[in-house]
């Protein structure tokens, strides 16, 4: 009963949001430790609002459920969010991702991904992946690990930009996706992690992006805990009106199952 109701959950948080949140999402803060089979997940929301001078309101919400097998582990993650400024839209984002990760040895691991997304911010209208790598555990014990990973990715991208512009509508590239992952538990009641993606394209080492992500997770009362986010983006070739660099500070409520 308790696995349906989550699944119904998790199901409903994906119909309210639209599939697709940034162009790049950190996967490792999402995979769950240990071996045990079974269905897990989490759902966090948070909203933000000013009021006065200028009226603005943002509203979060993102969610995962993993299942593990004996030998693999499939897991989906949903992101959305949606800003307003004096009851105009500003921000419409939105990321689906299925991830399929299969156990070779025990340290070496194949996982498979496809992901669809759009960030009306970033001009983007809608960008579909799809790729094949191997993973493998630095370190790991009981509660800590470092991880790195990397794999062949296939990319498509549509842009909200006109036909005359220097940049192109649509493009097609092959990337090289590479990350390094620290996860800690430095204590029962906190947790930490850090991650950071490395992605140039394999025809043109320049033209690149980066994403670094800090997490630390604050447990309240189980299964409830404060969750801080802060997240790095860089892109070394974005549309002429929109910025190499970005950030984002998060600070929201977590519940896992």
């Known amino acids: 009963m308790r696995i349906r109701v989550n699944l119904y959950f998790i199901i409903l948080l994906f119909s309210m949001f639209p599939p697709g949140l940034t162009a790049q999402v950190n996967i490792e803060k999402y ?13 966090k929301f948070d909203i933000s609002s000013r009021t006065g001078n200028v009226d603005v309101t943002i509203i979060t919400l993102e969610g995962s459920a993993d ?25 419409n984002e939105g990321l689906l991702h299925y991830r399929q990760i299969f156990a070779i040895k025990p340290a070496w691991q194949m996982e498979t991904f496809v992901q669809t997304d ?9 960008r579909k992946l799809a790729g094949i790598g191997l993973r493998t555990a630095i370190y790991k014990n009981g509660k800590n690990s470092v ?36 996860n800690c538990s430095f204590t029962d009641r906190l947790q930490g992690y850090w991650t950071t993606y490395y992605q140039p394209r394999f025809d043109d080492f320049d033209d690149l992006r980066l994403l670094s992500e800090a997490s630390l997770k604050i447990v309240i009362i189980k299964p ?11 892109d070394s070739d974005p ?9 984002r500070l998060t600070t929201g409520i977590l519940y896992v199952f």
């Open 31 to 43: 995979r769950r430790p240990g071996h045990e089979k079974g269905l897990a997940g989490y759902v």
């Open 67 to 91: 299942f593990k097998w004996k030998a693999m582990d499939s897991f989906i993650i949903a992101q959305g969010d949606k800003g307003w400024q004096d009851k105009e839209q500003f921000s």
């Open 118 to 126: 759009f960030n009306k911010k970033r001009q983007l209208l809608d």
């Open 147 to 182: 991880i790195c990973g990397t794999s062949y990715m296939l990319e498509y991208e549509k842009l909200d930009l006109p036909d005359s512009g220097p940049h192109p509508r649509i493009t097609r590239h092959q990337r090289w996706n590479n990350y390094l992952a620290l």
């Open 224 to 234: 409830v805990s404060i969750a801080i986010n802060y997240k790095m983006r860089y």
């Open 239 to 247: 549309p002429l009106s929109i910025d190499k660099t970005d950030g």
